[in-house]
């Protein structure tokens, strides 16, 4: 079998790397990985495959396809729950999806690592990699002070009455949610609600004021090609590795979408990506925009 290599280095950085660093500029929180998957991974990486004769295009992600209706596949959790790497593949086009191959969504990680270890690959003991790419062992926000100083931009931390409680170093280096790092003093602990870019306001409150019962999400990306009906239940997960909740789909259009919590959720970020379940089978996901 031929290796190839490709350098897809430029590539890389116009699509994943510096709209990593714009949206942050933008008080956002990207998750680069999902779209990295159909824009690089396969939108380069498979494509290249298939021109060249493949059949399929197979990783190691770990989550299952399988046939649907018309000629369809579906995308399902993996059969390792603690390792379902579903949400990640959620930016998938149908069309992606029917030539990809994903033979570890039936397997256990522990099941993995036994098959390496009887094929004597020295992979078999590596610990699982959690940071981004391209950050390796360097700490985000020291990557954004030196490719986006402007990021290093102190600015008033307010509560939610507006109340001047503190000063932080640079939006950038705060994320919705966050209780850790906020440093001022109260009765109990502050979390942060929500980032006010052009104000360069962080707002904190307490625990009971962190949860948003609404989001707004844009630009989705649906699996089978069309949006879920209006006013169906889903479990949605706004973030990678967040336990999946439930919430009722407002409004779903190819534009954007509205979904309603049963009860108050924390951590929603803009920025990241709200993906939708039904089941097993992941239906999708868009960027999220707003709350309230």
């Known amino acids: 079998m031929p290796f190839v290599a490709l350098d897809v280095r430029e590539r890389f950085y ?27 991974k396969w939108g380069i990486l498979q494509s290249y495959a298939l021109e060249q004769g493949a059949d399929y295009f197979a990783t190691g992600h770990y989550a299952r396809i399988v046939p649907g209706e018309n000629g369809q596949v579906q995308l399902l959790r993996g059969l390792d729950r ?35 270890k009887a094929l004597n690959l020295p992979v078999a003991d590596r610990h699982d990699s959690q940071d981004l790419c391209f950050l390796g062992d360097v700490d985000y926000r020291d990557f954004l002070s030196r490719f986006a100083p402007e990021t290093e931009a102190p600015g008033e931390i307010v509560d939610l009455n507006g109340r001047v409680l503190g000063e932080h170093q640079g939006l950038a280096f ?19 609600v929500a980032k006010e870019p052009h104000s360069n306001r962080l707002i ?50 190819d534009d954007e979408f509205r979904l309603k919590f049963n009860q108050p959720v924390r951590g929603i970020t803009p920025g990241q990506v ?16 707003s709350t309230w």
């Open 174 to 192: 705060y994320t919705i949610g966050q209780r850790r790092g906020i440093r001022i003093s109260a009765p109990e602990p502050y979390y942060v």
């Open 14 to 40: 116009q699509r994943v790397v510096k709209a990593f660093i714009e949206q942050y500029v933008a008080g956002n929180t990207p998750n680069p990985c999902l779209f990295c998957n159909p824009q690089v």
């Open 82 to 116: 603690t390792k379902d790497q579903s949400y990640m593949l959620s930016q998938l086009s149908q069309q992606q999806l029917q030539r990809s191959l994903l033979p570890l969504g039936e397997l256990t990680k522990t099941q993995v690592r036994q098959q390496a």
């Open 204 to 253: 904190v409150g307490f625990m009971d004021q962190a949860g948003k019962s609404s989001l707004q999400a844009t630009a989705p990306n649906w699996i089978s090609g069309e949006p879920p009906a209006a006013g169906e239940e889903v479990d949605v997960m706004i973030r990678y590795r967040a336990n999946p909740v439930p919430a009722t789909l407002a409004s779903a259009t």
């Open 274 to 289: 709200a993906v939708l379940y039904r089941g097993e089978q992941c239906l999708g996901g868009g960027i999220i925009k």
